[in-house]
């Protein structure tokens, strides 16, 4: 049997992956990690910086190669991973041969109301077509990388929604699910 051991939350920016990670790990008595933190923290770099002054290739790579400093750690460990680090072949085989993957699935309603007024994703930051709001221009945005990412997304060991539900609530409610699966 593969080992399983460490829990990697995945999905979309604002599904809840570091509030409920936390909430979980806590639980769990497990540790938590964000991986956008370790990369800043490596870098010296907030995610914005990096995306703007080394450009998006360089994020993914340090993605990669951050995950896997972090799974060489003994201890088990809930992984957040950032919204886009699933589109890598590699990151999903590590998911895969690490632990149980978690996809935290979200309306898109609710993405656009958890993100309308955040300004620190730089992959949601489009410049508004002429028609458009600036709101409506994150809205698209968003559509378009949800759409473009949703079957990698699934592929998933476990879908949760966390769709109207608090952090606690979709915390307990995967720790009840892990449970019955060990
Ligand atoms: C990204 C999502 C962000 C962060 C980076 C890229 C993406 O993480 O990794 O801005 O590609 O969707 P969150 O999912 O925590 O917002």
């Known amino acids: 049997m593969k080992p399983r051991r460490h829990i990697f939350l995945l999905g979309f920016s604002g599904s809840g992956k570091s509030t409920l990670g936390r909430v979980l790990a806590a639980k769990l008595g497990y540790r938590f ?55 890598s072949a590699d990151i999903r085989k590590m998911a895969r041969n690490n632990g149980v993957a978690i996809f935290l699935s979200c309306s898109q309603r609710e993405l656009y109301r958890r993100l309308r007024n955040v300004g620190n994703r730089p992959l949601l930051e489009v410049k508004p077509r002429p028609y458009e709001t600036p709101t409506q221009a994150k809205m698209r945005r968003i559509r378009h990388l949800f759409k473009k990412r949703l079957a990698n997304y699934r592929v998933a060991d476990l879908i949760v929604s966390t769709t109207g539900k608090s952090a606690a609530q979709s915390a307990g409610q995967l720790a009840r699910l892990l449970k019955n699966m060990s």
Do not use: M, N
């Not at 956008?36 to 994020?59: C, L, M, P, W």
């Open 33 to 87: 990690v964000d991986l956008d933190g370790i990369i800043e923290e490596y870098a010296r770099q907030s995610v914005a910086e990096i995306f703007a002054k080394r450009g998006e290739t360089a994020f993914r790579r340090l993605e990669k190669t951050q995950l896997k400093r972090v799974l060489g750690s003994t201890r088990t460990q809930v992984i957040a991973l950032g919204g886009g680090a699933f589109e």
